[in-house]
């Protein structure tokens, strides 16, 4: 066994093995040890369904299933390994309006990335699977390069490609340790001896919280128990082979929630049931390989009925063998590909619940990511990161049956799963609850999405068209305009960087100049090595060497251990976490500060509170770092206060504003406000997949100011011309649906771009859409289509801001204080 490599991949299972084969493939071949503890694929992958669905909402994950499935179609031809692809295309069901709007959405985002798909009729869907009942259907979406394929010979392929690169693979040797050595590298001790090396690859599926608690990670996956059937063969489908007949697309029904594919003259039945449990909370014995589980027929019976009224021959046919096997889950169904937080060249590619279809594009953006130091595309629906320390066990199963039993439901853009709900809430959570506020959560949070009122049921309602909530955020949104409204936002997250180093290390970490006095507050990116938005922080200089940041709640994790990854380790900056420590409410609009002047004997006119400053003050007695700025361009304050204060705070304010008509505000009603302003989002207009530049960040981004983190290929980007470039819509003839972000946008039949995020904006009376187009088409007055739910709506490029393009409300230019 070699003593020394330069990456150790843990783990031979289809996405290990695809790992493998990457990095071979970037150059590390002779230094890449692959070691499984027993015969590759002897995990999960061996008793995999091998279906190869495109089929995803996340832009992210859309990406990397395109490319396993083309990589996959070339794989017999490298290697001359047999792999099994049968390219048969991929039928969707429709029963209802809903399911069709949700594949009519994904369809637009799937021309984006360059994916083919089909809408059907009944009819037609009779024509292309007779054996089908199209009794009930509305309508199929058609994958036409969609298929299986044999998952252990995929890997054998993958391993057979990545050795003829120079790579090892170990057979039969157990990860017994990884520990840190002196010099900082990893050293991986296996029954075969020990192995020194600069990185380490978690691919371990089922045992990946045991293989994390080696090195003192609590990674957040865990195994579901999955089900297929495998039926005997059938007459219709054996008669339809000897004529010669091409085998039927693979069928799914997502609202019975199973999927059909012919195996053999007969059929294999994949159910999704409710009530699928968690297994190995803990991980594998050792010892465990090729296992699987007691059926529960039982579980399936409401699915196996609704296959056979759809499909009458599936009933006629004997069960050959039932299949149950663990499968590994994540709380949103995504697996984790990426860097693990506080490790530096430890990387996870755990948590695969459908891991034939996404081995090969998570191996190759993980290699990418290693070799190179960033991925390719915009992996954040994939990234570890998005998780936090309060995923406990308990969590998990929690989340993890709910993301199994959820695979085939409607995936509204406006979802709000429940499971282990609340979570984590601040103080203000009952006071808002008592006023209408329906929540969803970010992060463990429960944050106010809308409030309830006149009489509406205090319920959320999900659509891919205007929701029933579309009345009540009008409401908010136009009331913030005319007076003022509060938003609890206490989920931000909050640290502050100190110490002797801690200006020039920030100066280095973003793109923008640092505030340069005391009390001053800038809007900073931190760029990616190649030049890509990586984090947004809203930056206060406290002191000469002690700065507070604020970013978005969803990226806590990312964020700060961005930041942590940079830091000089001669301890001359210093990182305190503080989210859990200080609440905030933000307080806007054009009454925001005569109600602040109420509460407080400090002074909030213009002169005295400039725009983009922040000062400690008093409120009703309660210490409050005040801050003003916020994201729905009105005149407002973020006021960062003692969470365990919060209640005393709040309830100061409603007292003082009730002639004021003060009221709470939820994140929709906020994003209507910043669509009206253009501001971006980090994870939609933001990304490293776009420059700074493309994303129209100009005025954020000084290359003269010194060196800092991306500058040379953001400015070797401009130089060469970019890509892309923001631009805003206004989207025309809208009625009952708005853009919602991966809509395709077009002219004269040609793709030009992605819109990024879409709404209404209330104080304009016009939908809108945020979205990245060719240069050539950025320019104000040039129009285009815009996909939203199957239909092209003209679009027309407008500057940015069309509400308050001067910032005369932001800037409160007649001081209505």
Same mark, same amino acid.
């Given at each position: ?300 019976? !409401?699915?196996? #009925?609704?296959?056979?009224? $759809?499909?009458?021959?599936? @009933?006629? +046919? ?6 149950? *096997? ?86 509204? !853009?406006?979802? #709000?799963?429940?499971?282990? $709900?609340?979570?984590?809430? @601040?103080? +203000? ?6 006023? *209408? ?381």
């Amino acid at each position: 066994m070699k003593s020394h490599a330069r990456v150790v991949v843990i783990g031979g299972g289809v996405v290990g093995v695809s790992t493998l084969y990457h990095l071979a493939g970037k150059g590390w071949g002779d230094d890449a040890v692959l070691v499984e503890k027993a015969e590759l694929t002897s995990g999960s992958t061996w008793h995999a369904a091998g279906l190869l669905p495109l089929f995803n909402m996340s832009y992210s994950v859309g990406q990397i299933h395109k490319y396993s499935v083309n990589l996959y179609q070339e794989l017999e031809e490298e290697t001359g390994q047999q792999v099994g692809f049968r390219q048969v295309g991929n039928l969707r069901l429709a029963m209802n309006r809903d399911r069709m709007d949700e594949y009519y959405q994904y369809a637009a985002t799937a021309r984006t990335i360059g994916v083919r798909t089909e809408f059907l009729t009944p009819e037609q869907i009779g024509e292309i699977w007779p054996l089908c009942n199209t009794d009930g259907l509305v309508g199929a979406l058609f994958h036409p390069e969609d298929g299986y394929i044999q998952p252990a010979d995929l890997t054998q392929a993958l391993a057979k490609g990545a050795r003829a690169r120079g790579a090892v693979i170990y057979r039969n040797t157990m990860v017994e340790g990884i520990e840190r050595t002196a010099s900082g590298e990893w050293r991986v001790k296996t029954s075969g001896g020990d192995i020194t090396c600069e990185h380490v690859v978690s691919a371990t599926g089922n045992y990946a919280r045991r293989t994390g608690a080696m090195v003192g990670l609590d990674i957040p996956v865990m195994p579901v128990e999955h089900q297929y059937i495998v039926t005997e063969s059938h007459p219709d489908l054996t008669d339809r082979a000897g004529r010669g007949l091409p085998e039927m697309a693979v069928l799914r029904e997502s609202d019975g929630s199973w999927y059909l594919r012919e195996e053999n003259q007969g059929f294999i039945l994949g159910p999704y049931e409710k009530g699928a449990p968690c297994c190995y909370p803990d991980g594998p014995a050792d010892g465990a390989e090729y296992e699987l589980f007691q059926e529960d027929i039982e579980r399936l019976e !409401p699915h196996i #009925e609704a296959a056979m009224n $759809r499909v009458p021959a599936f @009933a006629e +046919c004997g069960i050959k063998q039932v299949y149950n *096997g663990a499968i590994a889950y994540t709380p949103d169904g995504n697996p984790i590909v990426g860097p693990a937080w506080g490790l530096r060249n430890f990387w996870l590619n755990e948590g695969h619940s459908f891991g034939i279809t996404a081995a090969g594009g998570a191996g190759w953006q993980l290699a990418e990511w290693i070799v190179e130091g960033e991925p390719g595309i915009d992996m954040l629906g994939v990234e570890p990161r998005r998780f936090g320390d309060y995923v406990s066990k308990d969590y998990l199963i929690k989340k993890n049956e709910e993301a199994y039993s959820h695979v085939f439901i409607i995936h509204y !853009p406006d979802e #709000e799963r429940p499971a282990a $709900r609340p979570l984590k809430t @601040a103080p +203000c959570y009952g006071r808002l609850m008592e006023m *209408g506020a329906v929540f969803g959560q970010k992060f463990g949070w429960e944050r106010a999405n809308w409030f309830a009122g006149d009489g509406m049921a205090q319920e959320d309602h999900w659509s891919f068209r205007r929701s029933r909530w579309f009345e009540a955020i009008r409401k908010e949104a136009l009331h913030v305009n005319r007076a003022v409204g509060l938003l609890d936002m206490t989920p931000f997250a909050k640290c502050r960087i100190s110490g002797p180093g801690a200006a020039a290390f920030l100066d280095y970490m973003v793109a923008n100049r640092l505030p340069a006095k005391t009390g001053r507050i800038r809007l900073c990116h931190a760029l990616n090595r190649n030049g890509g938005v990586h984090s947004e922080f809203t930056i206060t200089r406290e002191a000469e060497d002690s700065f507070y940041l604020v970013s978005a709640a969803a990226w806590q994790r990312l964020d700060h251990d961005y930041l942590a990854g940079y830091m000089p380790a001669d301890g001359s900056v210093n990182y305190e976490h503080l989210t859990d420590s200080i609440g905030v409410f933000v307080v806007t609009g054009p009454l925001a500060g005569k109600l602040l002047q109420r509460v407080s004997a400090d002074d909030f006119s213009n002169g005295a509170f400039p725009f983009l400053s922040a000062r400690q003050v008093e409120m009703a007695g309660i210490p409050v770092h005040a801050l003003r700025v916020n994201y729905v361009g009105e005149l407002g304050w973020e006021l960062h206060h003692p969470v365990e204060r919060q209640n005393e705070l709040f309830d100061a304010l409603f007292a003082a504003g009730e002639d004021l008509e003060l009221r709470p505000f939820g994140i929709r009603a906020m994003d209507s406000l910043r669509l009206e302003k253009s501001y971006r989002m980090v994870g939609t207009e933001l990304s490293i997949e776009y420059s700074a530049y493309e994303s129209a960040m100009d005025r954020f981004v000084f290359p003269d100011k010194g060196d800092f983190l991306g500058r040379e290929q953001l400015l070797a980007g401009r130089e060469r011309g970019l890509n892309y470039r923001l631009v805003t819509l206004e989207v025309q003839d809208t009625d009952d649906a708005d853009a919602l972000g991966n809509n395709a946008l077009t002219r004269n039949g040609e793709l030009i771009g992605r819109a990024t995020s879409g709404g209404f904006g209330f104080r304009v009376g016009q939908s809108l859409a945020l979205g990245m187009v060719r240069p050539e088409y950025a320019q104000a007055g040039i129009d285009m289509e815009i996909d939203i739910l199957n239909r092209n709506y003209r679009s027309v490029v407008i500057p940015e801001s069309p509400f308050d393009p001067d910032n005369e409300r932001l800037l409160d230019i007649n001081d209505a204080n």
